[in-house]
């Protein structure tokens, strides 16, 4: 190795040292992502799963990290749900239950997504984006508790606020709510259907995992708790 190559190397990871990259890293594709959303999108992707084959074919070990989408991939599981689980335990995940999983019928072919809550259709690198934004988030909230919709926007005397206070307001009732469900591993389900060409909307298609909406385990009452005031009033 040249000194070129090696302070190369060094100056490399001193940038990942200082940004946090080296935690969120792909082993087989040497890719660096910024945050656990971006590397779930990255295992979920074409490129990754092209470069996961090959390595698969040339008998070169994979970590278990890098098998994250492959171990999820079976017939009756969504192939976003484990990573949605994933994500859940650094940002709340809620409205999981309004995403469908278009597959084609015995192929391998990357699947589609749409979000029937929003009404919008996604791929694989960005339906978690979608999940986590304000848009999907204050649209679940306006539609199952509607009291915290108020909370945030001031409906219907809208606030003005801008969009950093908004967001911060938005992940404190969604965390909230999620909570209420029991955590990340008590979420709803993606729902996975299947057709001859994996387009999204096509009929016939086979439903392979149903429509199944997150059990409430705690005490819920839809007005808000004083402590839950002073919490948000901290948060501001």
Do not use: W
Request: aromatic content about 8%.
């Amino acid at each position: 190795m040249s000194i070129d190559e090696e302070s190369d190397i060094k100056k490399e990871m001193f940038v990942m040292e200082k940004t946090g990259m080296h935690r969120f890293y792909c082993e087989i594709c040497e890719v660096a992502c910024s945050s656990q959303l971006t590397l779930n999108g990255h295992y979920a992707g074409k490129k990754h799963q092209r470069v996961l084959r090959k390595n698969v074919v040339t008998g070169k070990e994979i970590s278990k990290q890098s098998l994250l989408q492959e171990k999820t991939n079976k017939k009756d599981e969504s192939v976003a749900q484990k990573n949605f689980l994933d994500i859940a335990q650094t940002e709340p995940v809620i409205g999981l239950e309004y995403i469908v999983e278009y597959r084609k019928m015995n192929s391998k072919v990357v699947p589609k997504y749409q979000c029937e809550l929003c009404c919008i259709q996604c791929d694989t690198l960005t339906i978690y984006s979608h999940v986590c934004s304000n848009k999907h988030r204050l649209k679940y909230l306006k539609q199952h508790h509607f009291q915290r919709y108020k909370e945030i926007t001031g409906c219907p005397n809208y606030f003005k606020q801008t969009s950093s206070v908004l967001s911060k307001k938005t992940f404190f009732h969604s965390k909230a709510v999620m909570n209420i469900y029991g955590g990340p591993e008590m979420l709803g389900n993606v729902q996975v259907r299947e057709n001859s060409t994996g387009a999204v909307g096509q009929r016939p298609c086979i439903m392979v995992v149903p429509f199944k909406m997150p059990t409430v385990l705690n005490c819920f009452e839809e007005q808000l708790s004083q402590k839950e005031k002073d919490l948000l009033e901290k948060e501001k």
